[in-house]
């Protein structure tokens, strides 16, 4: 149990254009769930947490408009990334939590990369 | 600011060597702990957790951590290890008192071996 996926898992876009990055449980309600960005060789980034039916919070530093989360239901979770650059191509990572579980279920990773 | 460090960075060892990697964090209060290995091209896999109770945790895969309240560590440890456990290793810490937010560690690349 405890499966989180995500999708894609690459991506390639153009500069300017949007991404969106889809983050779901396959076998739990995910009350929260949380998207990190790797960079190559380093350790995982937090950028925001989201819970279902609320805004997201984002970590100091992120901006909100670019990279647009929603968590729409118990099970599923996007992240847009808006008008890319290639600065913004990375390793993305989403991870989910069942209620009252500090446990963390991470998902595959999308490798996104900006042309 | 709150902080958590994994002293290696890469550690180069041969199969059935002992290994242990360093995690320490800077947080006050009550804390989870957590280490996670990534293998090559897979994804972040829990090894142990610690939330309370006996600071001796046993993971999968042989591993073991240990907490030690007062020098604010979480050392992760395998007495023997195997060529399959080249990967790299995270350790992760959660304030209680921040909800289920994760700070990693920098990571620490283990090469072994055969």
């Known amino acids: 149990g405890a499966v989180v996926s995500q999708h894609p898992s690459r991506v390639i876009c153009k500069s300017g254009t949007s991404v969106k990055i889809e983050c779901r449980s396959l076998?739990?309600?995910?009350?929260?769930m949380f998207w990190y960005r790797q960079f190559p060789k380093q350790s995982l980034m937090l950028m925001a947490t989201s819970n279902e039916g609320s805004k997201a919070t984002y970590e100091q530093g992120v901006e909100k408009d670019k990279f647009l989360i929603n968590h729409a239901s118990l099970t599923l979770s996007t992240l847009t990334v808006t008008s890319a650059h290639p600065e913004d191509s990375s390793f993305y990572i989403c991870?989910?939590?069942?209620?009252?579980?500090?446990?963390?279920?991470f998902g595959p990773g999308t490798r996104l990369t900006v042309t | 600011a709150q902080s958590v460090s994994q002293h290696n960075h890469h550690v180069i060892l041969s199969e059935a060597a002992s290994l242990e990697l360093g995690c320490n964090y800077s947080y006050g209060g009550t804390v989870n702990l957590f280490w996670y290995v990534q293998y090559p091209g897979q994804h972040l896999q829990l090894l142990l957790k610690y939330f309370s109770g006996d600071p001796l945790v046993k993971g999968i895969k042989g591993f073991e951590a240990e907490f030690i309240k007062s020098k604010f560590s979480f050392n992760l440890r395998k007495p023997s290890v195997q060529w399959s456990d080249t990967a790299e290793y995270f350790c992760a810490v959660n304030l209680k008192a921040a909800g289920n937010k994760l700070t990693f560690g920098g990571g620490t690349r283990v090469l072994v071996k055969p």
């Open positions: 076998d739990f309600q995910a009350t929260t």
């Open positions: 991870s989910a939590s069942r209620p009252g579980n500090y446990e963390q279920y």
